[in-house]
């Protein structure tokens, strides 16, 4: 609006010049979000390392848990890239391999998360007052409990039963950081469901007779993708660092899968001879925590309307 | 004010309540209680005693009663993997270094955290604000078990400057402190930095301010006085997070560097099924974070007048 100044001549040429095209409201995030260059290489980055994960035995030199006799706790050379494990084994492979379950942890957690938040979050804000007192309550609770403790228990709790049995360790650990991670989103839903209730487009939607379910999935949903989708993109990096930690304590992935988490735990004893089963690990977790950092901060600024 | 304390209290006791009840739940539907296994000296029978004497054979339910019963007389029960010790005993022998481990990192992320970030903000666009935003960026995505690894490597393992592992034995012995405390603080340091930073630049831009200069205030009144105290509203907010870190990363911290606290014994209580001792350790973090976020509500209003609770 500020250019708009009256000095300027011949208005309707600078008009059309300002004016801008027509885009909806994802287009228009969307190319506010490339626009971002942190945001963009973080973006590629992940598409790179989450392409690698998937392609993982097509990309990767080796097997991960291929051994190679005699070459133990080399330095990177000609054949490994990044050096060689006190087991023989390939870092650059173990690592490409390991971002399957570093990402896929951090990304289907993502999912629990969501998919607890928006019961608990939605049911709070929409259901009547007793619900949203029982519910919050409840979620102060689940507050009040030191995450990594609360995901040692459910993870030794869950790994003894039979889910276990069916789906395996790795879904154990999903799950556990899923069940604990859910609050601040479920929080972040409920508080913005409050706040767009009381919107005059509610309202109006409200006032031509539209069903509750039509205002809530047409009107309401909308409007909180947004902050959620950057609050689950800042929750990939942490719930990435919560399995690596679980995996360092020793209760996390077993080896021999490879997870980032527990090949620096296993490269921390031979840390002496060679620094670099620890070096490679820990630059991906680096590397993949910035990368979403900088994608959520795009993304932030990018899907806020406001900002148009 | 009082009335508003006394209420956030009393909102501890369901709290507290709820706690006990789910981890009681869960830890009870682990497979495998702590005399399940045999040690190969005490027979069955003995086994079957030990539960008698410690109520296991009981409905989970009775149990419950028997753990809120002791737990309202301030015994949290007994050590079911060391005999003849209870919860009480191993909390206090414990508890010393965890506590200092906490303080210590508390200062470290409040003096490096802050004091980059406001240097950073005043000095914005100069070498020491890359060095802060490089502080923040790195801090915060490096584990503190990756920096653990890294930092003993060069200043335990290669300079020999430090110890490795194990905590200080007395108020000279301060070398087995120094890197526990940063490995624990830095990533809450990083995170303080960074919203530090922000926050000043933005109050720096406040009408308030340019007002203060022009009046003819010296810069130091303008800054401390006038920028700080307003900048520390968003950063005190987090306070109560970064406890809930300190708090959760101390277990992490402790078991890297073997150090005898309680985050350690809760380690070896989870392995040994120890069933009061893992209670009393989820309880007891439970109550210091919401404590935590007790005493940052209520520094709200010292640090802003303008925000009053009834």
Known sequence: MAERSPAVPSGVAVLDDLARPARGLWADSFHRLIQNRLAVAGLIVILVIGLAAIFAPVVAPYNYAQQFPGEFLKDPNGSHLLGTNQSGQDNLSRVIYGARNSLSIGIFVQFIILAIAVIIGAGAALGGKLTDNLLMRFTDIVYAFPDLLFVIMLQQVLAGTAIAGYVGGLFVVFLAIGLVGWVNVARLIRGQMLSLRERDFVIAAQSIGATRTRIVVQHMLPHTVGPVIVALTFGVPSAIFLAATLSFIGIGIQPPLADWGNMIFDGYSAVQVTPWPILAPAAALALVFLSFQFLGDGLRDALDPRAR | MTGYIVRRLLWLIPIVLAITVITFALMHAVKGGPFDQGDGKSSVAAREALKAKYHLDKPVYVQYFYYVKNLVQGDLGPDLVNQGTSVNDILKANWKPTVALGLLSAGYVLIVGMGLGILAAIRRNSFLDYISVGFATIGASTPNFVLGILLVTVFAVELGW?????????????????????????????????????????????????????????????????????????????????????????????????????????????????????????????????????????????????????
């Open chain 2, 162 to 310: 430090l110890p490795a592992i194990g905590w200080s034995t007395g108020w000279t012995d301060w070398k087995p402190v120094i890197l526990p405390t940063i490995v624990l603080g830095s990533l809450p340091a990083a995170y303080i930095a960074r919203i530090t930073r922000a926050s000043m630049l933005e109050v720096m831009s406040q009408d308030y301010v340019r007002t203060a200069r022009a009046k003819g205030l010296r810069e130091q009144v303008v800054i401390f006085r006038h920028i700080v105290r307003n900048a520390m509203i968003p950063v005190l907010t987090l306070m109560g997070p970064i406890t809930a870190t300190l708090v959760t990363g101390s277990f992490v911290v402790e078991f890297f560097f073997a150090i005898p606290g309680i985050g350690r014994s809760y380690v070896q209580a989870i392995i040994g099924r120890d069933y009061p001792m893992i209670m009393a350790t989820t309880l007891l973090y439970a109550v210091v974070i919401a404590m935590a976020n007790l005493v940052v509500d209520v520094l709200y209003s010292v640090i802003d007048p303008r925000i009053k609770y009834s």
